[in-house]
């Protein structure tokens, strides 16, 4: 079990650039969930898709940030255009869907606007 | 709705000490409760988790948690803290209607002293 893997570790850009995040979720797993982490808002939940398929999206910020998921072992977290007030943590988890199975997350996406 | 309320965002305590941290819930049906512990630069990893299986319920190194239902409580305890277990910790609330979405508290940091 790899675990879930993200991509970049790190990203530094400038405002107004483009930034996709990678996520590949655990095999066998069909819940996947985008969060950002930062030290006013805490762990905040963006997106969550079931089956590939978008379920809330309502803590998506707003229209800048898009989220996909073509298939079961791959998921993008993109920004377009980036401004300074995103930079945070971003975390992909995922779970089996069901109410009692936890997430597990990756090591996160260090983002930094400047 | 549910919801997590961790009391206290810092929590000091001395190497070898009781460690106490507490979440409360909030929930209209039975809860599923869980603990997740983060280390720096990395993702959230799971402690331990309340499925209605047992009150109590023990997790890695050395954790556990009772859960109280008439108190709406799920605190975590440790006999004995060590320097590794310096981290930051959520509690989290899910539901049998929320096919896996989970509620995070706001997290306690817990520094062990020396």
């Known amino acids: 079990d790899a675990g879930v893997i993200q991509s970049p570790r790190h990203e530094v850009t400038e405002m107004g650039q483009e930034v996709t995040l990678r996520c590949k979720p655990i095999s066998g797993h069909n819940s996947l969930f985008w969060y950002r982490q930062t030290m006013m808002r805490g762990l905040e939940l963006l997106i969550y898709f079931n089956n590939n398929v978008p379920i809330d999206d309502s803590g998506m910020p707003e229209d800048r940030f898009s989220a996909k998921m073509p298939n079961a072992s791959f998921s993008t977290l993109k920004i377009q255009p980036s401004e300074p007030r995103d930079s945070a943590v971003y975390f992909c988890a995922s779970s089996q869907s069901s109410y009692n199975s936890p997430l597990h997350f990756g090591n996160g996406t260090r983002l930094t606007v400047t | 709705a549910q919801s997590v309320t961790q009391l206290g965002s810092h929590v000091s305590v001395s190497e070898g000490a009781l460690v106490l941290l507490r979440c409360n819930y909030s929930s209209s049906v039975p809860p599923y409760l869980f603990w997740y512990v983060q280390y720096p630069n990395q993702g959230l990893q799971l402690l331990l988790k309340?499925?209605?299986?047992?009150?109590l319920v023990k997790g890695i190194n050395g954790f556990e948690a009772e859960f109280k239902k008439s108190e709406t409580s799920f605190h975590l305890t440790k006999p004995s803290a060590h320097m590794s277990d310096a981290a930051e910790y959520f509690c989290a609330v899910s539901r049998a209607t929320n096919a896996g979405k989970s509620t995070f508290g706001d997290g306690t940091t817990l520094t062990v002293k020396p």
């Open positions: 309340y499925t209605s299986a047992a009150t």
